[in-house]
């Protein structure tokens, strides 16, 4: 068993003191005493440590964030898939579909109601022509007004 000190320890493995004391805290340098520490044990220790740091790809911090990134992706990959699911199941459809769909079927409505007073005077021949025009003239101001209501 070879004892070494912490300075030497720092210098030998390329690390700050600040880091050594990282190291301790986290069981990977093997601290005896005051300033000695077992050299072959915190190597192997840190071999292992450096060895699992670099399987990520990258110190620490890029080794948390590339799992991060890793489990954003693979959610995406998931969302994707069960948008395609339900798009499959008919249980999902394309905005722009729903938007035509409705158009067809607001343009129907207004048709339909602006050939009410026609359809009326048809049935009602014995009614003023007055009362046809005025409910013309309102039905469609009701339309103008549904249709500025956005603005």
Not at 8 to 24: F, N, Q, R, V, Y
Not at 33 to 59: I, N
Request: charged share 30%; aromatic share 4%; with cysteine.
């Amino acid at each position: 068993m070879l004892r070494i000190g912490g300075a030497d320890l720092c210098d030998l493995l390329g690390i700050s003191p600040a880091m050594l004391t990282e190291l301790k805290k986290r069981g990977i340098a093997v601290h005896y005493t005051r300033d000695a520490y077992d050299l072959a044990e915190t190597v192997r220790a840190y071999v292992t440590h450096l060895r699992g740091t670099a399987s990520g790809r990258g110190g620490e911090k890029q080794v948390v964030s590339l799992t991060t990134e890793r489990a954003r992706l693979s959610k995406e990959q998931a969302d994707t898939q069960a948008l395609k699911n339900a798009k499959t199941r008919g249980e999902l459809i394309e905005a722009s579909e729903v938007e035509r769909t409705w158009a067809d079927t607001l343009r129907q409505v207004r048709a339909r109601i602006l050939a009410t007073p026609a359809r009326l005077r048809a049935e009602l021949p014995d009614t003023s022509p007055a009362v046809f025009d005025a409910m013309d003239l309102a039905l469609r101001d009701t339309l103008k007004d549904l249709a500025n209501a956005d603005n």
